[in-house]
Each structure stands twice: as structure tokens, then as C-alpha cells.
């Protein structure tokens, strides 16, 4: 069993003051007896967040900020350049640009194929490709992906996304791309729809998951993969600290508990712990007597760990 668990703190003043709140006594049971690997060393500016670079080492993928290929894994046949294309509502103020949700509520399939029909048109253009995935998400292919380093969702959720565009010289067809599909989007029947029964609109779209499956993969470094636990992100995303508490101690007491009876029982197992800047791995290993002791008699909480994400 290997658990990786992103969101684990984030550099807000608001879970900062939450974290002293955290009662986890499985996890302070488990990092007293885990040993950690050296942490993966960031920062809250990179495209790619922790949690992301840490599961792309788990799978064998290529840890290339911006460039981690979660869209190209999704059809390992093609060597092309592929990417994630998220139908969103833009919120645009007098001083900067947001997105309002990783998803948007009450966006049935059939909306979200005609929004892509529409727009299929102007990407082919540029030599792209769309294809139909789930409401919230597109597969878009084309080789301008290839080397497009973009930031990922988790990152521009409620953020300004001035501060995230891509700024190369290949993203030029994209802020073009971008402005055309407002003006369309402003006046498609699929909005006059949302808009009668108070739906947001679709104003704009999001580009993430870009780049190519390497020719030659390193082999898994995690098999099966690790389970991946997601309670933390949405109260994370949304600033809801008590909420965020609330989803860390409902982890502990159910998957933290459950490892820790694992390794009890003699099982192999490993914890990943991701911020918003680094990452870490704890995993068992042979431990001397005076260690076992010092882990016992000398354990720290697990905020010790938590803030240093």
C-alpha cells in the first residue's frame, strides 16, 4: 500500500492557523515509525505541483515542470504532442482574471459536445485536434503540444491566471485561440441556456497535462501505483480551512489507520506527503533498537512535518 496525499498543507495564512487544530494520532504513529526519503524540493511557482512531479516518478513519466504528459498517457499509441483542454468560467475583474472552479456544476455531456463542436473548427486551424472526454476535460492533439510547458489545474484554481499563462513563443496561437473562443462562447445558444436557468457560462478554456510520452519509459517506480487521496484538494482550492481539517482528520482515521494496521501486520507500505512546494516519502526500513527507542520517546506532531510541504 502506498498513499500519496496532496494538499497535505498549502502556504496560506489561513491553514497555517489550522494546523496547530489537526488531531492525527495515526499519522504521528506512522511517521514515528517511517523512514523519510530526501523531500522533493520546490516552490509554490512551479506548473507542476508536488503531488503531480511525485505520481509521475511513481509511473515512470518525465518530471519536466509543465511538462508532465497526463494527457498523452491517456492514448499511449501516439507519439504526438497532446494536452487537457477544461471548458471553464472565466471571472474577469477590474485587475485581474480567475477561474472560478476545477469543474463547472451543472455542465451535462451534451452541453459540453456542442461547445466542442463549435470550436473544433478554429483549433483545427492551428493543427490541432480535439476529442471528447468527459464534460469537464477534452483530449486535444496536435505537435504544438509537444513543448508547450502549461501550469496545471490545481494551480490556477482561484488564482490569477495572468500570473500562470504560458509566456513562450509557441503559446502564441493559444492567447489568440483563447480571445477567439470568448467572442464565440459569448453568444452560443449553449450559454443563452445556461443563462435561463442561472447556470455559469462557458467563457473560456484551460490548456494543462501538456507534452509527448517519451520513446522510451523508465520503468514504474511504484507497482501497482499509489492510491492517491483527494478529500484535501477541493477545501484546499477553496480556502476552507475547517473544512480542510475536517477531511485530514476523516484521512486519518480511515486510510492513515488502515496503513498503519498494514505495516502492523508485517505488510510493505509507503506514505507520500505533498504540499504546494515540496514532497515526501516515508517507507519502511530496518531500524536499530536505539532509533525504535528514540522514534517512541522522542516523536514529534505531525504539523512539525506538515508545515515544511
Known sequence: ???????????????????????????EKLLARLTPEPPDVGDEFSLSPPHERALARTLGLPVTDGLIPWAALQDRS??????????????????????????????????SQALLAAM???????????????????LASGEVFRELATASLDRVVGRNLENWMPRSASAAHLRRLQNEMQMLLYTHPVNDARAARG??????????GTGALPQTRQKPVSEPPPLVLTPLRDAALNEDWAAWAQAWA?????????????????????????GERHAQTFYPRTQTFVKRFMNIFGTQPPSTVLEKL
Open 250 to 274: 476523516t484521512l486519518d482515521a480511515t486510510e492513515c489507520a488502515a496503513l498503519l494496521a498494514a505495516l502492523e501486520q508485517g505488510e510493505p507500505g509507503q506514505l507520500t506527503l505533498c
Open 199 to 208: 447556470a455559469l457560462p462557458v467563457n473560456s478554456f484551460w490548456l494543462s
Open 78 to 111: 501516439s507519439e504526438s504532442g497532446w494536452g487537457f483542454i477544461t471548458p471553464c468560467h472565466w471571472q474577469i475583474g477590474t485587475n485581474h482574471i480567475a477561474m472560478s472552479g476545477q469543474e463547472l456544476p451543472d455542465f451535462p455531456a451534451q452541453e
Open 120 to 138: 473544433q473548427p478554429y483549433f483545427e486551424e492551428d493543427g490541432i485536434t480535439l476529442q471528447y472526454d468527459q464534460p469537464s476535460r477534452w
Open 1 to 27: 500500500m502506498h498513499l500519496l496525499i496532496p494538499f497535505a498543507y498549502c502556504t496560506s495564512e489561513g491553514c497555517a492557523a489550522a494546523l496547530p487544530t489537526l488531531k492525527l494520532p495515526h499519522l
